[in-house]
């Protein structure tokens, strides 16, 4: 409040704008001036800064009760170290608390709406990197419909009763991580045969499962709290056991479609790129236009910067004329929803570090889609390796060139793949 304003005078409006908000107003009224004590400062001043926002009105923020979905509020975190593809020779650089201060990069790959190849991309993107040579971590965290752990399928020897247990996942991992030490090596199998990932030296994916979908999972998944409570989240414990245990080159991240809590974790700022995919459907376009608004708007609001991203347009059907008006519709959607919810206009940004309205035409710019048709083979194949080869050419590769140009590595030859 001003110093020269009415208290009173400003209580009374305030009273009366909102008395016909009945049971849902308690009647209480804080207001903060000068008078204001540094401790309910703060308080006010955390308030102000997690409430959401009312389109038109700047001095007007709205905090609710919440008990789902926490995730999804704007409660951002930060990547929990640098990426890097040359990270493990640079283990030595440490941050204060002695852990490594960089680490592989996180890629996040998110639909609204399930069924568009959105985990097929994913294994196609792990595929491509284990043939040359990378360590891959794929983690399921679409845990009321698993797929990655049963798509990109374990090694005869880690199947249950063999060398490997992988029976246990990322639910059985984050139950147990509460109760005392564990190994993440328990919760995971490996893929290294060559039909799927070639015989490059340290060719390897290594998947952790949702867990085993059996009479068991749903108690255990119904015992699981994803919910955001304090500062870190059991899930960025897993991420850098992850990195420290299995060591890896990449971690692909599968979310779960939709607004769902699993989902709302993800995207909420741990990852270094999220890889969004989309339709020409109105549901799709509607729900990934709240996801970029979250990447980009509200982020920009909080703390002055974008979450990188990047979209794949899927499912496009393959007939010329049908396919040259859907990538129309779909790219000019995808810049309307830039322009207004994620890049910024150009005097806002002298030092050019943010993506801005100026460089929306570039090839790399978050507002140029990728379109990925929609193909029969893909409807049923017994085995992944039964299509591995075709998941290493086409718009894959341009995926796969897109996520590469993010993260440069100097001791990778493969990166000009995919350019």
Known sequence: MRPDADEQALRARIEEALAASGQFWTGDIYICSARTSHADDLIYSSAWDEGITVPGVEKLRIDDRTRTRTAWL?????????????????????????????????????????GVGRTTALAAFAIQRARDGERVLVIDMDLDAPGAGTLLGPDPSDLPGGEGNASRGVVDYLLEAALGDVQFGDYVHRCKRDRLVGDADGAEIVVMPAGSVDENYLAKLSRLDLEVRGERHPLEEMLVQARDEIEPDWILLDSRAGLSPSAGLLLDGIAHLHVLFGTNSTQSQLGLTQVIRTLGEERIRRDGSQANCFVVQAMVVDVVEVEKAARAQFQTWLESTMRDHYVIVDDEDP?????????????????????????????????????????????????????LAQFPSSNKAGDKRGE
């Open 351 to 403: 030092e050019g570090e943010l993506w801005s309205v100026r460089n929306m035409d570039a090839k790399m710019s978050p507002s140029r889609a990728i379109a990925v048709p929609y193909r029969a083979r893909f409807a049923f194949f017994p085995s992944i390796d039964d299509v591995a080869s075709d998941l290493v050419e086409g718009p894959y590769l341009e995926i796969a060139g897109r996520i």
């Open 74 to 114: 704007p409660r951002f975190r930060m990547p929990l170290w640098e990426a890097s593809r040359d990270w493990r020779p640079a283990k030595t650089e440490t941050k204060e608390d002695g852990s490594p201060a960089k680490g592989p990069p996180v890629v996040v790959w998110y639909s609204f709406k399930g």
